[in-house]
């Protein structure tokens, strides 16, 4: 018994002078941040889901560089932008991202956005940069209006008339079903089905969440990764989404068959196509990996976005009644066409500050310093191989770029103030333009912005048009959970017609 004792103080003040030892040896210790945090990963795990406000307030108390983690330094000064997020793309992605790989027949499974290499996101990168060009996207328009019809005709038969006239209708949920459905409409010409049943199917929707939840938390300290989703022996973790996968399978097989290809105008024709471009990149795996690219990293941010843009219309009747007398005045066409609310002032000015509030990704978009270090302003040199990152949750928010109201929901900011010149305005703009990192940067910048926009500008004016929308309690703050994803909850609001 004295022995186990012993052993067991033993193990305990190995494990206590490695970490002090750490700590006093690291080329990190200058930089200030919470204690534990220099210590252990540990902290960032157990504070994921609120990790974007801690963040703001790390960055508030210790200035523009905060220790995260014993090998992670946060950055909030945005002109670290595009050093880090460069097109030379010498900032490679961290590990974090390695926890989205898949184990298949024993073999890791990396795709265009879990990739940390060069090589590999250049190959099979390059036979789909066409497919995403916004010239490709508005082909796209019509597959979208489809669903833009379904939603109409759901809200109005779930919430305004008959029986269900005046129900609360859940705007985190609806959004969800809406962005899945079109982006699988866009990807292989076919809703999955959320819409017309007015829920989850099949827990599909639950285990891309739990999956999230998992990505995120083990993101911070993926060296985990291996012991539990990735164990050989047992796996350990969320369940599995596996279903994505089969499912786009079982759209693209008939496709093959049939001979249908090019006919129906959609992703999955352009995927298909580019077999014959790309023999020696593209086959049939790779593009089920390219269909699962659309469902799994462009129907969550596009549904955030979605209730960003509602919730603070919501919260801001000024601003709501601002949008909706541009796009009155506008006389628009339904189907809405993207080329035409595009270029509507106060509504653009809108969606970038609801993207600017709360953009679909609030953590750090980690990458790891190259050969050299990377210099700062003050004359220090943050040593290779530390992770950095800026995080657009709090670069939305940096009081330099945006001013001292930056916190609030503002869109006049993103217009040219009266008597302000044009050249103050263009170098405004850009500050603004720079610190915004919704959609990434370099050449990791996010390949679906233009299809998220164009879904984006066509369904936004087509509801704000024909519904009224009221929050049913207006005083209450929404809650947004960090999930990598920023996973808002509370959105619930009385839909009637115009
Ligand atoms: C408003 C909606 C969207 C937002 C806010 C958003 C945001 C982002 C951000 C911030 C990144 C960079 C991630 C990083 O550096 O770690 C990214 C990357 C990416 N996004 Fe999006 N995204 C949106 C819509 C979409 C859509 C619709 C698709 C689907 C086609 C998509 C596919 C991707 C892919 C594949 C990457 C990885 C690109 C790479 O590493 O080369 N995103 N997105």
Not at 308 to 319: R, W
Request: glycine share 8%.
């Amino acid at each position: 018994m004295f022995h186990l004792a012993l052993v067991f103080l033993a193990i305990v003040s190995l494990v206590l002078l490695w970490y002090v030892g750490s700590f006093i040896a690291s080329p990190l210790r200058e930089y200030p941040g919470p204690f534990l945090a220099k210590f252990t990963d540990w902290w960032r795990v157990a504070n994921t889901v609120d990790s974007h406000n801690i963040a703001l307030r790390l960055h508030e108390k210790y200035g523009p560089v905060v220790r995260m983690g014993p090998n992670v330094l946060s950055i909030s000064d945005a002109t670290y932008a595009k050093i880090i997020y460069s097109t030379r793309g010498n900032y490679l992605k961290s590990d974090y991202y390695a926890v989205n790989d898949i184990i298949q027949n024993g073999f890791r499974i990396q795709n265009i956005f879990s990739t940390r290499s060069n090589e590999f996101h250049r190959k099979y990168i390059r036979p789909i940069s066409k497919t995403y060009s916004m010239a490709n996207i508005l082909t796209l328009q019509p597959l979208a209006d489809r669903t833009t019809e379904t939603f109409c005709r759901r809200l109005e038969e779930e919430f305004i008339d008959g029986k269900n006239a005046g129900r609360t209708c859940n705007l985190v949920d609806w959004m969800l079903y809406y962005a899945w459905e079109c982006v699988a409409e866009v990807t292989f010409d076919e809703p999955i089905g959320f819409l017309e049943k007015g829920n989850d199917i099949d827990g599909m929707l639950y285990t891309a969440d739990r999956a999230l939840g998992y990505f995120s938390h083990v993101g911070q300290m993926p060296g985990l990764d291996k012991y539990l989703a990735k164990n050989p022996y047992y796996r350990l973790g969320p369940p599995s989404i596996d279903w994505a996968g089969k499912y786009a399978a079982m759209r693209l097989v008939p496709r093959l068959q049939a001979k249908q290809k090019g006919k129906n105008g959609d992703f999955l024709d352009n995927f298909i196509g580019l077999k014959e471009e790309y023999p020696d990149t593209v086959d049939e795996n790779v593009i089920v990996g390219y269909m699962l690219i659309n469902l799994l990293a462009g129907a969550d941010t596009t549904a955030i976005t979605l209730r960003a843009i509602f919730y603070y219309l919501l919260k801001n009747p000024a601003a709501y009644a601002n949008a909706v007398k541009e796009l009155e005045a506008a006389n628009l066409q339904l189907p809405i066409q993207y080329a035409v609310t595009e270029k509507l002032p106060y509504f653009s000015a809108v969606v970038r500050e609801a993207m600017r509030l709360n953009p679909g990704l609030g953590v750090m978009l980690e990458r790891v310093v190259p050969a050299g270090g990377l210099a700062l302003e003050d004359g220090r040199t943050i040593p290779a191989g530390t992770i950095v990152g800026l995080n657009p949750w709090v670069t939305g928010r940096d009081k330099g770029a945006f001013g001292e109201d930056a916190y609030e929901f503002r869109p006049e900011r993103w217009l040219q103030g009266d008597g302000e010149s044009d050249a103050d305005f263009t170098a405004r703009s850009k500050v603004m333009k720079d610190a915004d990192l919704t959609f990434g940067g370099g050449n990791r910048v996010c390949i679906g912005k233009n299809l998220a926009l164009m879904e984006i500008y066509k369904i936004v004016p087509t509801l704000l048009l024909k519904y009224k929308f009221e929050l049913t309690e207006p005083d209450r703050e929404w809650r947004v959970d960090c999930k990598f994803f920023m996973v808002q909850d509370r959105l619930n609001a009385k839909v009637s017609r115009r």
